[in-house]
């Protein structure tokens, strides 16, 4: 008995990988690629600087409050208060100067203790090499502090692939109509 364990186990060790081989032939949905293939070559740090418009006042917001809990009117960091944003992203600080992208998302309060938003968003290019080429972002927004840094989570397009962070900064805050510019450093990785 003690004798023939050995082999018992050898042949059972076997079984087990000759079913794996069979299990992977019968069930494959996956397959390896050649980076180069999908033109994949070289990963670049690209850098990007634009403004964004977040509009609450007036006829024509852009970020508008689309939902609340019952606590939070009467919360000192307005929690749980949610908006819905297609902010404009211009190249110089100036409502008017030139629209590159929108960023469209959602972000909440979603701090019991200071002011605090979760934002996930897409900045959506309209300009140049990047015109329908998007990055998604995901990230806390402490935005009393003077820099936030927020993560990139991937993109699309030009950004396949892409990863990265973005540093968010106040350029002026309208604090009786709560309108805000806000300066954005994109710093990303994409082929
Ligand atoms: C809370 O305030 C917002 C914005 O002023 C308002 O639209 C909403 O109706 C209020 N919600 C409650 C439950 O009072
Ligand atoms: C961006 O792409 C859209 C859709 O293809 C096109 O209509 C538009 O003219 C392009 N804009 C620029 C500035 O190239
Ligand atoms: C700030 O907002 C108020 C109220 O909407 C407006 O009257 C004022 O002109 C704004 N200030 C600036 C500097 O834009």
Redesign the pocket.
């Known amino acids: 008995m003690a004798r023939i364990l050995p082999k018992h186990k050898i042949s059972i060790f076997a079984l087990f990988v000759f079913s794996l081989l069979i299990e992977g032939s019968s069930n494959k949905f996956s397959r390896s690629l050649s980076p180069k293939s999908y033109g994949l070559k070289k990963e670049k740090l690209s850098h990007l600087q634009f403004y964004l418009h977040d509009i609450v006042s007036g006829d024509h917001p852009t970020a508008v409050r689309v939902a609340g809990a019952a606590m939070t009117n009467t919360s000192s960091t307005l929690f749980g208060a949610t908006m819905v944003i297609d902010d404009a992203l211009t190249v110089g600080p100036k409502p008017t100067s030139k629209i590159v992208g929108r960023a469209q998302g959602i972000y909440s309060f979603t701090d019991l203790n200071e002011f605090g938003l979760m934002m996930v968003f897409n900045y959506v290019f309209?300009?140049?090499k990047y015109?329908?080429s998007t990055l998604s972002i995901l990230g806390k927004n402490p935005f009393l502090s003077k820099v936030r840094e927020m993560p990139i989570v991937g993109g699309s397009g030009h950004f396949r692939f892409a990863r990265g962070y973005v540093l968010a900064r106040t350029h002026s805050l309208n604090l009786s109509s709560g309108d805000a510019v806000v300066k954005h450093d994109v710093y990303v990785l994409h082929y």
């Open positions: 309209v300009e140049g015109n329908g």
